[in-house]
């Protein structure tokens, strides 16, 4: 359940500063237009002189969403190490 959750507030993240990235880097592109087709499909729907300034804006909103998952794994191994082991006995 702790990957859903984790899943569900990257793409939150993501959105949010994409949306942000974009706002700066490319004014003159309504950020709505970028994140519907996806990031596989707006090179054909937007025009190329804007396109450097989208690739530059998921890039940036991707270094934030590799630390928050970086922040996760380190918070996971810290609560790996000090969990206390109990031993499982399975009775057949």
């Given at each position: 359940m702790g990957g859903a959750y984790?899943?569900?507030?990257?793409?939150s993240i993501f959105t949010n500063k994409l949306i942000r990235h974009l706002r700066l880097n490319v004014p003159d592109i309504d950020p709505m237009a970028v994140i519907g087709?996806?990031?596989?499909?707006?090179?054909?729907?937007m025009p190329s002189t804007a396109i450097s300034g989208i690739v530059l804006s998921?890039?940036?909103s991707l270094h934030i969403v590799f630390a928050?998952?970086?922040?996760l794994a380190g918070i996971s191994t810290i609560v790996g190490i000090f969990a206390k082991w109990k031993t499982i006995h399975i009775r057949l």
């Open positions: 984790s899943i569900s507030a990257a793409q087709p996806g990031a596989t499909q707006f090179r054909g729907t998921y890039m940036q928050f998952a970086i922040a």
